[in-house]
């Protein structure tokens, strides 16, 4: 079974030719502006958070554990989270993202994802999680339900049907994404 990042769930709700490119015709990507301010950004948020309470989480008290590696046997899948938090006797995944936008569809996955890996590493359940979104300081909490669980198998499977197969995926529907993409070169067919 191939090993699976969570950032390759992320990616292929984004855009799937991103994984094409990943594992099946390698390429050397360019860095985006986009990207360098999103590494910077969570130097900063890293410690920022370090100084905040716990009532954007609704506890009184947590304990935080930063950048914890993460990998699933089961799963086939590892990742690196920013941040989880054990409270209350339960564990919570929290991504830090910086958008303006809110959340987007591949954030939520994303964060599901790690809260999947959560479950296997703490052997309880995971119900929710938090997308920490910047710059608003804006939390959100989301559900992790039991079909969130089975879209990122179905995904999982998707991607290493797409490696094993060598197809190339359709572009995503939302050209607004291959603006800043770091493929687009890649990308004959995308205007």
């Known amino acids: 079974m191939l090993k699976l990042k969570v950032t390759d769930i992320k990616q ?3 855009c799937p030719r991103i994984l094409y490119f990943t594992y099946v015709c390698p390429v050397d990507k ?7 301010y999103g590494k910077e950004a969570h130097v900063e948020l890293d ?4 100084r905040r309470t716990f009532k954007r989480y609704d506890f009184s008290t947590a304990e935080r554990k930063y950048h914890t590696q993460l990998y699933s046997p089961r799963l086939g899948l590892e990742g690196r989270l920013d941040m989880h938090l054990v409270a209350k ?5 929290v991504e830090f993202k910086y958008t303006q936008r809110g959340p987007s569809l ?3 996955y994303q964060l599901i994802s790690y809260a999947m890996l959560l479950e296997d590493a703490y052997h309880k359940p995971v119900r929710y999680g938090f997308l920490n ?3 608003e300081g804006e939390v959100t909490a989301i559900e992790i339900t039991s079909n969130a669980r089975m879209f990122i198998k179905d995904i999982m499977d998707k991607i290493r049907t797409l490696v094993q197969k060598e197809r190339m995926p359709s ?3 939302k050209k607004s994404r291959c603006i800043d993409c770091e493929y687009r070169n890649f990308c004959n067919d995308v205007r």
């Open 171 to 173: 572009p995503t529907p």
């Open 89 to 93: 006797g339960e564990v919570f995944p």
């Open 30 to 36: 360019k860095s985006t502006r986009k990207m360098e």
């Open 47 to 50: 410690r920022l958070e370090k």
């Open 12 to 14: 292929y709700v984004y």
């Open 106 to 108: 591949n954030h939520k």
């Open 133 to 135: 979104l910047h710059p």
